[in-house]
């Protein structure tokens, strides 16, 4: 009887025991399994994760590609705050380059596109136009990108050194990190000898000043006629009451007073001082030469 009770027992722990180890097994199963698809999942998320570090590292790479080119590349487009960031750049490149231009600066329109938003702006002012001529230039050789629409010039009440301008042209601007902390940045251009261009509102060609000579004509006295007497060569030899004896180097002749002479006449005889007096009349100006015995006065 004690041996039979103790069989009982014996079977119903061993009973106990293959109940509890049948519910571990079925537990530890069903943990198995659950880890089993966790290692699935994590094995799959683990995959999609290389498959987004080798991305990441491509994507990385391109940037730095993209970013070198950037920095290298002759023309930029950056994240900047517009329309006040054009207007600095602008104030810059006139300060630096020593260009007295004076303009108004004007926002007119504001587009926005998938990659980049586009300004339009007007500038007008007065300069020369060899100054208005080197900011087209810098405006289209510095490094930030810019595309001119338009110029206008006109002539001013100032002279001509100086016209009026109107300049439309399209700024850019991108939503990135490529913000500048400053212009030296963009590393600009340094050339000031930038060539003279053609002034249009001047002639390709300008005729050469001609000089005229003027011809200097010596003025001739008419030919002294035969038997007239050259009273500015002519001694005085003899005074009467009424008439004179005299020579200009040839034979004596007698003049009575009224007589004709080279280029006048007699006119009179001072006999208290010895003189005979005559009227010359030379390119329209007269003078009176007055002659003594024997010397002119």
């Known amino acids: 009887m004690f041996a039979k009770r103790n069989s009982i027992t014996l079977a119903a722990l061993w009973l106990i025991l293959l109940i509890i180890g049948i519910f571990w097994y079925i537990n530890d199963t069903r943990n198995l399994v659950a880890m089993m698809k ?43 705050d517009e329309p006040a960031f054009s207007l ?10 020593n260009l007295p231009i004076d303009f108004d600066f004007t926002l007119n329109s504001k587009g926005t596109s998938k990659n980049f938003t586009k300004f339009t702006y007007t500038l007008n002012g007065e300069a020369s136009y060899h100054n208005i001529m080197r ?3 810098y405006l289209t050789y510095e490094p930030i990108l810019y595309k001119i629409d338009s110029i206008t010039l006109k002539r001013t009440s100032k002279g001509q050194d100086f016209l009026k301008f109107n300049i439309k042209l399209q700024g850019y601007s991108v939503q990135n990190d490529l913000e500048l902390d400053n212009y030296s940045e963009l590393t600009p251009t340094f050339q ?23 011809e200097v004509v010596k003025r001739k006295l008419p030919p002294k006629k035969p038997g007239e007497i050259n009273v500015e060569k002519a001694n005085l030899k003899v005074i009467t009451n009424n008439s004179i004896f005299i020579t200009d180097g040839g034979e004596l002749k007698e003049l009575k007073v009224g007589a004709a002479v080279y280029l006048g006449k007699f006119i009179g005889i001072n ?6 007096t ?3 009349t030379k390119f329209g100006q007269s003078q009176t030469i007055t002659l003594a015995l024997d010397y002119r006065k």
């Open 38 to 80: 966790d290692q699935v999942l994590l094995s799959s998320e683990l995959q999609a994760s290389q498959k987004k570090i080798k991305r990441l590292v491509i994507i990385e790479k391109r940037h730095s590609e993209l970013n070198e080119k950037w920095l290298r590349s002759t023309k930029k487009i950056i994240s900047a």
């Open 88 to 97: 600095s750049y602008i104030n810059w490149i006139m300060s630096r380059n």
């Open 135 to 137: 900011l087209l230039w």
């Open 192 to 214: 000031t000898n930038i060539a003279l261009q053609h002034d249009i509102f001047e002639p390709l060609v300008k005729p050469k000043p001609v000089i005229v000579k003027r």
């Open 271 to 276: 006999q208290s001082t010895n003189e005979a």
């Open 278 to 280: 005559f009227v010359l």
